[in-house]
């Protein structure tokens, strides 16, 4: 099996949004990145997506040649289609890849299970929850069995309640699926419950501060892993990588 | 200082003792009123008319209007004019609204095709249509096409505006889903600008009906054999009161029933926003 590995070097333009930055994840790693607000964390996963272009650098994905999507990125809630059923939504990534309309039922039928909307397959966005649509786009991402799964913010405007089922709930599918994840946060509290390894970086030009190494193990619980006081240090170690960084930003923009 | 004292008043909350059955009434009652409304209007007509308060010669008494009605009906006189007008309109609708929608998916997607086309369209939007009839008689002759351009004109702009501004309403953030899922071309018109915009495109189409029945009515007064505008401007020039009383009558019967269509219509195609009105 070879080593998947992306590199990152990216010195922008006028406004350095994102600087020199350089990683590594590896297949089957979910890998946090955590930073101030508009430390260009969104870009980076964007320039990933290939839905933004970088200004330098290298940028390598090795994927596998198997037909299978390069990456997949779950959205923010808003970006379910309201015009379209939840089955539709879900069934939207897959419109692009040959296949006979029976599998591609079953594949959404599966994954409406997975994410526990089945009775909901028929409903539209606005019938559900802010929590229920953001498993519609877990669901749209996953259906499309991406060799890597993007995720931008994807609990960010949850409640506590729902935001810690839904971290559960990812947890508990990725642990079946082991895919390679490249999550976006800025709950320190999240990215050390669910990561493996949490980058932190500097506030704007964004820059790696560093690469912490979350070694609990899996399958994790996360309400017993909060009780655990390696959980407490963890979070106060990114914590004081990133204080400075956000008082930083908040000059900057003072 | 500090002696507790017990309060003396009590406030309870008030209980829901009909509940939903007040609501139904309620609503029952809404249509009942929306019903009598104009009833109560035309009674009071009807009187005032009865009693020589309201001058009968540009006021005809309804029960006098319905009779004149009924020959109208019986003639085949109402009938040709209905078909003629509706013809009228529904050629002239799709043939402005038809090319409106595609233009208008094609400006909202692309700032600069909005650029070049902005000062064009909004220098000839508020052009009155009327004072366009006169070049369009000339282009398209005196018969049934003149009339359908006309219409298609008015249609046009209102139809465009709306699409363009549908689009660009769009959140950004499906066009990112759209590139991310490689959704293909058919697929990114179709189920993310297109519908996207349905909502916007519906409110074109509702201005364009009502600015279409003006546009109609004006046109057969001007330049026409036959149809509901014609009904009323003849019935003037013979002093006909309540014959042109009667084409009004239809006309805005047939602007209550096309709205209706509409909104049916709307209905069918955007499901998801049924129920959030």
Not at chain 1, 29 to 38: A, K, L, N, R, Y
Not at chain 2, 259 to 275: A, H, K, M, N, T
Request: glycine letters at 6%.
């Amino acid at each position: 099996m070879e080593d998947l590995v992306k590199r990152f070097t990216l010195p922008t333009g006028s406004v350095v949004a994102l600087d020199r930055v350089s990683f590594q994840v590896r297949e089957g790693e979910f890998f946090c990145i955590v930073g101030p607000s508009g430390c260009g964390k969104t870009t980076i996963l964007r320039i990933l997506a290939g839905l933004e272009t970088k200004s330098g650098g290298e940028v390598a994905v090795h994927y596998h040649q198997n037909g299978r999507p390069r990456s997949a990125m779950v959205f923010q809630e808003q970006s379910v289609f309201p015009w379209m059923t939840v089955e539709a939504n879900i069934a939207f990534g897959l419109r692009s890849q040959p296949m006979p309309a029976g599998t591609r039922r079953d594949i959404v039928r599966h994954y409406l299970d997975q994410v526990g909307l089945t009775t909901f397959a028929r409903a539209y966005p606005h019938q559900l929850s802010g929590g229920m649509k953001q498993r519609v786009s877990i669901a749209r991402a996953l259906a499309t069995d991406p060799e890597i799964l993007l995720m931008d913010e994807p609990f960010a405007a949850l409640d506590e309640q729902n935001k810690l089922l839904l971290q559960q709930e990812l947890l508990r599918i990725w642990d079946e699926s082991r895919k390679t994840v490249v999550f976006i946060t800025h709950s320190i509290d999240e990215a050390v419950a669910l990561g493996d390894r949490v980058l932190v970086m500097t506030a704007q030009p964004g820059q790696v501060k560093r690469v912490v190494p979350v070694d609990f193990k899996r399958p994790r619980n996360i309400p017993e892993l909060r009780r655990d006081a390696r959980f407490g240090e963890l979070v106060y170690e990114i914590w004081s990588a990133l204080r400075d960084e956000v008082l930083r930003a908040r000059e900057g923009r003072g | 200082m500090n002696a507790l004292v017990e309060p003396r008043i009590v406030w309870r909350a008030r209980e829901d003792t009909e509940g939903r059955r007040r609501f139904m009434t309620m609503r029952r009652r809404e249509i009942l009123v929306s019903i009598f409304s104009p009833v109560v209007i035309l009674i009071a007509w009807e009187l005032l008319v009865r009693a020589t308060l309201l001058d009968a010669r540009f006021f005809p008494a309804p029960s006098s209007i319905v009779g004149t009605f009924w020959a109208v009906i019986r003639s085949g006189e109402l009938r040709n004019a209905v078909t003629v007008s509706l013809t009228r309109i529904f050629a002239g609708f799709l043939m402005g609204a038809i090319p409106a929608l595609l233009l208008g998916l094609v400006l909202g997607l692309s700032r600069m095709v909005r650029a070049f086309a902005n000062p064009i369209v909004y220098a000839l939007y508020p052009v009155p249509k009327v004072a366009i009839l006169p070049l369009v008689m000339l282009i398209f002759g005196l018969g049934e096409m003149s009339k359908y351009v006309i219409i298609a004109i008015a249609v046009f702009f209102l139809v465009l505006v709306n699409t363009t501004a549908g689009v660009v309403m769009i959140d950004r953030i499906h066009f990112d889903v759209a590139r991310n899922f490689n959704a293909s071309r058919r697929d990114f018109y179709l189920h993310v600008v297109l519908r996207g915009a349905l909502p916007s495109i519906f409110t074109g189409l509702k201005l364009a009906l009502g600015v279409a029945l003006i546009v109609l009515v004006t046109a057969e007064f001007v330049a026409a054999r036959s149809g509901i505008g014609v009904l009323i401007y003849e019935s003037w020039q013979v002093f006909a009161i309540e014959r042109l009383f009667v084409g009004l009558v239809v006309v805005s019967f047939l602007g209550y029933v096309l709205s209706l269509l509409l909104d049916e219509l709307e209905r069918l195609v955007i499901p998801w926003q049924r129920d959030r009105r």
